[in-house]
């Protein structure tokens, strides 16, 4: 099929004050009534190229055409009004205003006195609902509707404004998997009608399913465009990261030793006193790597917060090493469990602390050494060391000790954390989520580390919403759905139909029907 | 019954310079600026009515003069809050400091007296009696004589709730409350917005000054808005800007403010009175905060 070139951009040049080149030197043209993937790693430079385009950026060199003339964007409002629209990755909305009027704001019908002609609004809202088949109510408020929804009424405030261009930045990293497929056919829809879309992602099998041509970037250059049918996942892996990238599972055989982590009859209750959590049991031996699968919130959230402490349970045993800890506190869970949580910026972390706080929490509490003047004092030099030793065993990319946590990539503020959880050299290891929004290198290293730590003899419980990744690292999959462990099976005799089946709810009777394996 | 009319008259009394601040600073609440800075204006706004009455021969000049005195408030707010970013509390708590400073200095330089100015030569805000309303017997009495700018007080409430509720300015105000980038993304400037509910704003809190110093009494003392600016913002905050909330709690403590006078003649040391309508607020701040809580529970 020949498609006109819509947008084309030249010799682009990016360059972020002192010195670090963004973009170098890039061409890449989009065609109109296409759907048009832009990849690669965390940093590549693919939001910051499209935030050239749209005017959100300021560029040092090149050229931007669009329908054959050279344009130039200085607000976003300029690049709407000729027909371009961009939708964030973070979800730019008011939950206090109904869905009508969160599309509407900035332009709006008025009639007399300035007041807005509500009818007329709503009704164009509901017309382009109704076009666009997105299955939305206009007088809900956002506040009470899914993510998913408000990524739609956020592509809806750009129809409204009538863009013909669609650029949207990692629309899926908001999204449970449940939610993609239907985003993925609304797109596909839009497409169909006309409209051109540039989608900006580093998950390689949503770029291969959704997208009909697909550019690569590295480092702030373009590696190649291709037609999304002649690549494979490797292709493209290969491309963006610059070598092979292993996506096989390479888990030795090995036998589980003793147990490790045991959780008997664990109940548990939410602040709306719902219960979130029935008699759950889980077990973990010595080298042996749990998967708990689930569609997110059904109980996982509980499981994890009840392990560590930070909700009470309503009853139910904890168990690490032998050593009861149910009644423990937070401090004293920590000497036995290192702990990854899903949120990196919240609860893994401090954003706006320096490398070497985040790098030393919890280890200047445990550990003497990183007290001075009979534990007034913080041990630098102890500390500064530390973080060394972070650095080299856990190949952290990164600028002075000093500088702000969120001056890291998220991989490498994940190594961080990864580096000081397992120095805590614990039994138990609890990953909840652990390569949640990294890039395709940084979740393979994750995947090496977790089986590195499974032939070191330590117990791991993996949470995980990527059932691939289950496959490929766990011993066992434990699925939780509703609150219930409803399935305890050995990944090498299951496949991901049978976990699909139980975290929809299917066989709940079968529970805890394997408990070892 | 006469005590029932005098007690009604001192309520609205009380009311009207609070409310007026008040609805100035729901626009500024709405627009997601924390705005102290009502005590000022309205301190400007009072020393200016005085300053134009006297001079200018006409209350109407006075009044204008309150409202031109209280934007160039706004303006220094504007630029420092919105413009420079500096912080906005900081800069309300400048503003108010100075304000007593700037008025204490001009009323000592210009009329040279200390304390307080009074002047057969300032003319007061008049009263009106409402036509057809006048004429009714008990009605009348009770709606109908007060100050020109009470009236105006309570078309300014019935105001903001249309334009902030019903108007694309209001529609456009709040998202600048709620979501400033949002607001910024679809196209409309926030600070722009923002520049303009401080200039509303002022307006309001330039009346309620006038109304101190030309319609409650006639004549500008040291630090006369006395606080009435905070309590304006306790009552924007305690009803999370709701016109006709504050409306009502406006009222309220316009009752204790009332009940302070009609105390006066009794035993009770006035010093202890006056602290009535403060105590109210912190009564009515406990009151509402439970009944959150236990909404929440």
Redesign the interface.
């Known amino acids: 099929m020949a498609r006109d070139v819509l947008i084309d951009l030249q010799h682009i040049t990016k360059v972020f004050p002192p010195d670090t080149v963004a973009l170098a030197d890039v061409s890449v043209s989009f065609e109109s009534g296409e759907i048009h993937a832009l990849v690669g790693e965390n940093g590549a430079g693919k939001s910051t190229l499209m935030k050239v385009f749209y005017g959100l950026e300021r560029r040092d060199a090149g050229d931007i055409f669009f329908r054959g003339a050279k344009v130039e964007f200085r607000t976003p409002r300029e690049a709407i009004a000729a027909g371009i629209g961009m939708v964030h990755q973070e979800i730019l909305l008011i939950p206090e205003y109904t869905v009508w009027q969160n599309i509407v704001l900035g332009a709006e019908p008025v009639s007399a006195f300035g007041t807005i002609d509500v009818h007329r609004a709503r009704e164009a809202v509901r017309q382009k609902i109704e076009e666009f088949q997105f299955n939305l109510d206009p007088d809900t408020l956002v506040g009470d509707i899914s993510v998913a929804a408000r990524q739609k009424v956020e592509i809806l405030k750009l129809l409204y404004r009538n863009v013909s261009v669609l650029v949207l930045d990692e629309p899926t990293a908001v999204l449970t998997p449940q939610e993609i497929p239907q985003l993925f056919t609304e797109l596909a829809r839009l497409r169909d009608k006309g409209h051109t879309i540039i989608f900006i992602s580093h998950r390689l099998d949503e770029v291969l399913t959704l997208s009909d041509r697909v550019t690569v970037m590295r480092r702030g250059k373009i590696v190649g465009t291709s037609a999304a049918s002649k690549l494979t996942k490797e292709d493209l892996a290969r491309q963006m990261v610059g070598r092979e990238v292993l996506f096989t599972s390479r888990r030795q055989p090995q036998e589980p030793g003793e147990i490790v982590f045991r959780a008997q009859g664990l109940n548990c209750s939410d602040t709306e006193h719902r219960a979130r959590l029935h008699d759950a049991n889980v077990e973990v031996r010595a080298g042996e790597i749990v998967g708990v699968a689930g569609v997110e919130g059904n109980g996982q959230f509980e499981l994890v917060n009840a392990i560590m402490g930070l909700v009470p349970m309503t009853s139910g045993t904890l168990e690490v090493k032998g050593k009861d800890i149910t009644h423990a506190d937070i401090l004293t869970r920590r000497t036995l469990i290192a702990f990854v949580p899903q949120d990196r910026g919240k609860m893994g972390a401090s954003l706006a602390a320096s490398i070497l706080e985040d790098a030393i929490m919890t280890h200047h509490i445990l550990d003497p050494r990183f007290r001075t003047w009979k534990g007034l004092g913080l041990n630098y030099r102890h500390a500064a060391e530390f973080v060394d030793q972070i650095r080299d065993q856990f190949a952290v990319n990164m600028g002075h000790l000093s500088d702000p946590f969120h001056s890291l990539s998220g991989g490498n503020q994940q190594k961080v954390i990864l580096g000081r959880e397992l120095l805590l050299e614990t039994p138990f290891v609890l990953m909840d989520q652990p390569t949640r929004g990294l890039d395709v290198g940084s979740i393979e290293y994750v995947h090496q580390l977790l089986l590195a730590l499974r032939s070191k003899k330590r117990a791991v419980l993996l949470i995980s919403a990527d059932l691939d990744e289950l496959f490929m690292v766990a011993d066992r999959i434990v699925v939780m759905c509703q609150g219930d462990v409803v399935a305890d099976l050995a990944t090498d005799a299951t496949n991901g139909e049978e976990v699909g089946y139980y975290m929809l709810g299917g066989k709940k009777d079968a529970a805890h029907a394997e408990t070892d394996s | 019954m006469n005590v029932l009319f005098g007690l009604v008259s001192a309520m609205v009394v009380g009311a009207t310079p609070i409310l007026l601040a008040a609805i100035g600073g729901t626009f500024t609440f709405y627009a997601g600026i924390f705005n102290i800075a009502m005590e000022g204006m309205m301190l400007v706004g009072a020393f200016c009515a005085v300053l134009g009455s006297f001079f200018l021969h006409s209350w109407f000049l006075g009044v204008l003069c309150a409202i031109a005195g209280a934007l160039i408030m706004a303006g220094i707010f504007i630029l420092f809050a919105v413009k420079l970013h500096t912080d906005e509390f900081l800069t309300g708590i400048a503003l108010n400091l100075f304000a007593v400073g700037l008025t204490t200095f001009l009323l000592r330089d210009i009329f040279h007296v200390k304390g307080a100015f009074t002047d057969a030569g300032i003319r007061a805000i008049p009263s009106v009696k409402l036509p057809l309303i006048d004429g009714i017997p008990f009605l009348g009495r009770l709606l109908s004589g007060y100050n020109l700018i009470v009236y105006v007080a309570v078309l300014a409430t019935v105001l903001s709730a249309f334009v902030i509720f019903?108007?694309?300015?209001g529609?456009?105000l709040?998202?600048a409350g709620?979501?400033a980038?949002?607001?910024n993304?679809?196209?409309?400037p926030a600070s722009m917005i923002r520049i303009w509910s401080l200039i509303v704003c002022a307006v309001c809190c330039g009346l309620a000054g006038a109304y101190l110093s030309l319609g409650y009494v006639r004549l500008f003392a040291e630090n006369m808005s006395a606080g009435r600016g905070w309590i304006s913002l306790a009552a924007v905050i305690l009803v999370s800007g709701n016109p006709w909330g504050i409306a009502v709690i406006s009222l309220l403590f316009g009752f204790f403010d009332g009940l302070t006078v009609f105390l006066q003649g009794s035993r009770i040391p006035t010093q202890f009175t006056a602290m009535i309508p403060y105590v109210a607020t912190l009564g009515s701040l406990y009151l509402y905060s439970v009944r959150k809580k236990r909404r929440q529970a």
């Open positions: 019903r108007t694309r300015f529609l456009r709040r998202a709620y979501n980038v949002c607001l993304s679809s196209g409309v």
